[in-house]
């Protein structure tokens, strides 16, 4: 073989192992994201759940009907969709988002952060355990202390 076929095939190979890896990466943070979600749906049950002890009916959005169509005529974003969805569920015309223009950025770091963080402890408990596995209950616990922290702080700060 030439020594331009070896290096193109080295080259290939490095390539091909780089993408091996960063493909392994984002099925663990589709993993961390799809944990993280099934965390916030929870909370939001329990919202609903909550308003009917007081007799209320507290509205969730369809997600099906916010993911539908972004960008459709009518709604240019994911948040537009969101605002027609919350429109509908709380019968409000005028629906806002409670985030302000300025928190989104920072409440976006956040949850980032809160993904990443989960996936380092996979990671450590991987590199520990020699094998994949989700978190354990103390992990979720320290997430949700972390969690706390952060919203008895946010919530400070607002007051």
């Known amino acids: 073989m030439s020594n331009k076929k070896v290096a193109a095939i080295a080259e290939i ?3 091909r ?20 979600t099934k965390k916030v749906d929870g909370l939001l049950i329990d919202c ?13 959005p369809d997600w099906n009907n916010v ?3 972004p960008g459709h005529q009518f709604a240019y974003s994911l948040d537009e969709e969101l ?17 302000q223009p300025l928190d989104r950025s920072n409440n976006d770091m956040r949850l980032l952060l809160d993904i990443l963080a989960t996936l380092d ?13 989700a978190p354990s209950d103390d992990d979720k616990e320290d997430s949700r202390r972390a969690e706390r922290s952060g919203m008895d702080q946010r919530s400070s700060a607002r007051t």
Request: proline letters at 0%; charged letters at 30%; hydrophobic letters at 45%.
């Open 13 to 15: 190979v490095k390539m």
């Open 17 to 36: 192992d780089q993408l091996v890896v960063m493909r392994e990466r984002l099925f663990q943070l589709t993993a961390a994201t799809a944990a993280r």
């Open 48 to 60: 609903a759940g909550a308003g009917r002890v007081f007799g209320v009916r507290i509205g969730l």
């Open 67 to 69: 993911l539908a169509m």
């Open 83 to 99: 605002k027609e969805e919350m429109e509908r569920v709380s019968k409000n015309f005028n629906w806002k988002s409670s985030e």
């Open 121 to 133: 402890v996979w990671g450590r408990r991987d590199h520990n355990a020699g094998e994949q596995s």
